[in-house]
């Protein structure tokens, strides 16, 4: 469904959810960035203290994918409503920014070094998207 589905599709849905539930009334930016919040920490919940062999072994389990995928689903319901609230268009800020990292993190950098290796240059149209 990834392939066919679209942010608008997605946006609709759960803007027509609201409405008709007459949820809008406490659907303010300030709690529904906790609430992304809240169950961006209860998807952490599944792979605190586990390394990275036993995070990946973790989701090979079907009941605990299901879980999981749940509580990625949690969090992109309510950043989808974020989204609607503040009327953000998720393709465009997700192609913004990825266009900002792109030159903050050319390839080819070492691991880790980030913007601490780049020119002031780069440094200056990094900026200037964001």
Not at 85 to 109: C, H, Q, W, Y
Request: charged share 25%.
């Amino acid at each position: 469904m990834d392939e066919t589905t679209t942010f608008a599709e997605l946006k609709q849905y759960i803007a027509d959810f609201v409405a008709a539930r007459d949820w809008s009334r406490n659907h303010d930016l300030k709690s529904l960035s906790a609430s992304v919040a809240i169950e961006a920490a209860e998807l952490l919940e599944h792979f605190q203290w586990l390394d990275r062999a036993e995070s990946l072994a973790l989701v090979e389990d079907e009941a605990v994918r299901a879980e999981v995928a749940a509580e990625v689903a949690d969090v992109l319901i309510y950043l989808l409503q974020f989204a609607n609230v503040a009327g953000i268009d998720l393709s465009e800020a997700f192609r913004t920014k990825m266009a900002r990292n792109a030159l903050r993190f050319p390839p080819g950098l070492p691991w880790g070094s980030g913007d601490q290796t780049q020119t002031a240059e780069c440094k200056g149209q990094a900026e200037s998207q964001a």
